[in-house]
């Protein structure tokens, strides 16, 4: 099988990007789909309008409902046509983007992401996660092509909530480690093919950014200032993540979040924080030298390392192991891990981190 690595056409980050947005949108089509939350549209609509009329791109709000469901994607497919819109435009977090992937998939449109938060890797990706209506992992979909644009304005993403960046430091800090499994099992990527030694690399550099800079930049973050290390931060929460899982992997971390899905209370808490507890998880099933490098660092930076900061009080056997088994489900990616897991392995994994987790923070 040939090695095989992708990425969105083009990248772009840096301050006040967001009042371009109709220059860049045009290239694409005339009119545009904007798929966007309430809050959104009342903290950016004017930039979003002003940019896109002063380019002549005719525009079309949605409201998104909230959740990236099946249901949701056929009725903003429906609203794209009715509209007669020609490109779609995702601005927001990562449920809006996957939805706006996925919408455009089915249309057979060009899509334009902007993020205005940096807490996932989704925005470079050529693929979506499903949920049900009601919030439980239903199942991922690839799509033929990446993103043809993704636009992160330094300025917006600096402005919003800190938890946010730091729960998108949880997401790629699983990169590096996911990559390694697959490379070490020659898995077959998101991409489609095997693990190339660019996307290699940039995983790396993604785990290398995170504990050079992630710290620095929460404190930043936290005093209003947008600095050279919150700039990596955002360039390795964003495109060197989101290159690096697509192109080098996914296997235990991510599948241990979709498991949690299926606890209620993980409900309220971000994609990243989770992230952040089954990479504890896989380094424990993989008993890996960085488990407590990445434990410390998880703390200084305050991500959750118990089921108790998830939310779970009930963290049973008997429910840890229903996790499991959902993370251990054929169709996720816990078989890319380089050595046999069964869901046994994956509960206990999981109660040793929680225990590693509560020690941690005893200190």
Request: hydrophobic share 45%.
């Amino acid at each position: 099988m040939a090695r095989i690595f992708i990425s969105p056409s083009k990248y772009v980050q840096g301050p006040g990007e967001l009042a371009k947005l109709g220059d860049y949108v045009k290239t694409y089509g005339t009119h545009a789909l904007v798929v966007i939350s309430a809050g959104g549209l009342r903290r950016s609509g004017d930039v979003i309008s002003a940019s896109m009329g002063a380019a002549g791109v005719a525009l079309t709000y949605d409201n998104f409902n909230g959740e990236c469901s099946q249901a949701e994607i056929d009725r903003l497919v429906g609203v794209y046509r009715e509209a007669g819109t020609d490109v779609v435009v995702g601005v927001g977090g990562g449920k809006i983007f996957d939805t706006a992937k996925a919408v455009a998939a089915a249309v057979d449109a060009p899509v334009v992401i902007v993020p205005t938060i940096a807490a996932t890797d989704a925005p470079c990706s050529a693929l979506s996660v499903i949920y049900t209506d009601e919030g439980q992992f239903k199942e991922y979909q690839f799509f033929k092509q990446n993103p043809n644009l993704v636009l992160m304005d330094t300025d917006v993403i600096a402005k919003s909530p800190v938890r946010l960046t730091v729960s998108g430091m949880g997401d790629a800090l699983a990169t590096y480690f996911e990559a390694r499994a697959c490379m070490r099992s020659d898995a077959t990527t998101c991409a489609g093919g095997h693990v190339t030694s660019a996307a290699m690399a940039l995983a790396r550099l993604c785990y290398e950014t995170l504990m050079s800079d992630g710290l620095k930049a929460k404190l930043a973050l936290e005093a209003g200032a947008c600095t050279e290390s919150v700039e990596k931060i955002i360039e390795a929460n964003t495109l060197l993540s989101g290159l690096g899982f697509e192109s080098a992997g996914l296997a235990g971390a991510h599948a241990i979040h979709n498991g949690m899905t299926a606890m209620p209370e993980t409900h309220a808490y971000y994609h990243g924080e989770k992230v952040a507890f089954g990479t504890l998880t896989q380094l424990v099933l993989e008993d890996a030298d960085e488990l407590y490098e990445v434990l410390d660092f998880c703390v200084e930076v305050g991500l959750p390392v118990t089921f108790a900061q998830l939310g779970v009080e009930d963290a049973s056997y008997e429910r840890v192991l229903e996790v499991a088994r959902l993370a251990c489900a054929p169709s996720d990616t816990l078989g890319n891990m380089p050595f046999e897991v069964t869901p046994e392995k994956v509960a206990a994994a999981m109660l040793a981190a929680d225990a590693y987790g509560r020690a941690a923070l005893a200190e």
